[in-house]
T-cell receptor
Framework: GAVVSQHPSRVICKSGTSVKIECRSL??????MFWYRQFPKQSLMLMAT?????????EQGVEKDKFLINHASLTLSTLTVTSAHPEDSSFYIC?????????????FGPGTRLTVT | AQTVTQSQPEMSVQEAETVTLSCTYD???????LFWYKQPPSRQMILVIR??????QNATENRFSVNFQKAAKSFSLKISDSQLGDTAMYFC???????????FGKGTLLTVNP
């Protein structure tokens, strides 16, 4: 099946530093990946759509200069949280879009817990 | 814009019994897809079942089935013979026919008791 990995699974960083989260499709190529943010006991909120070889499309209210997304290859998208602050602490989940038969599915990574101190 | 509403923040069921989780949605599109995802304590999102709006037949996957009422814009999930491993947060999600984006409901926390 389609497997999506994320690295790291947990990261703690100091306020003002930047942290990069990787999302990889392990056994398929993904031209489109998605980045979500999930606060405790809340739903997933789409942050941006990452397209291979082009600029990411950000959802309304998401700061593109703070959350840098790069999709340089068909198997890797990265999310960099720049100048992190405690309010950026959250669970970040990526997903990859893959075609299964006549349908497109999203397969999710296991998530990354970011804690900013 | 599409909205997805899950009106049951929490539910509980005894092992081996049946439980139904509710979901309603609002859209002006005629072609769309509906999903139920499971998020266990590990936080890994797992697709449980999907329904294409153009299909009248309700989707089933083993112990999981849906009741899709297109006119009422309702999409409930029935879990039969509940198992302890079914304990998780369940999210209902909508995707338009021409859109890649998923819109999630707020989720229902299901606890299966032994």
């Amino acid at each position: 099946g389609a497997v999506v990995s994320q690295h790291p699974s947990r990261v703690i960083c100091k306020s003002g530093t930047s942290v990069k989260i990787e999302c990889r499709s392990l056994d398929f190529q993904a031209t489109t990946m998605f980045w979500y943010r999930q606060f405790p006991k809340q739903s997933l909120m789409l942050m941006a759509t990452s397209n291979e070889g082009s600029k990411a499309t950000y959802e309304q209210g998401v700061e593109k200069d703070k959350f840098l997304i790069n999709h340089a290859s068909l198997t890797l998208s990265t999310l960099t949280v720049t100048s992190a602050h405690p309010e950026d602490s959250s669970f970040y989940i990526c997903s990859a879009r893959v075609r299964t038969g006549t349908l497109y599915e999203q397969y999710f990574g296991p998530g990354t817990r970011l804690t900013v101190t | 814009a599409q909205t997805v509403t899950q009106s049951q923040p929490e539910m509980s069921v005894q092992e081996a019994e049946t439980v139904t989780l509710s979901c309603t949605y609002d859209t002006s599109e005629s072609n769309y897809y509906l999903f139920w995802y499971k998020q266990p304590p590990s936080r890994q999102m797992i697709l449980v079942i999907r329904q294409e709006a153009y299909k009248q037949q309700n989707a089933t996957e083993n112990r999981f089935s849906v009741n899709f009422q297109k006119a009422a814009k309702s999409f409930s999930l029935k879990i039969s013979d509940s198992q302890l491993g079914d304990t998780a947060m369940y999210f209902c999600a909508f995707r338009g026919g021409s859109n890649y984006k998923l819109t999630f409901g707020k989720g229902t926390l299901l606890t299966v008791n032994p």
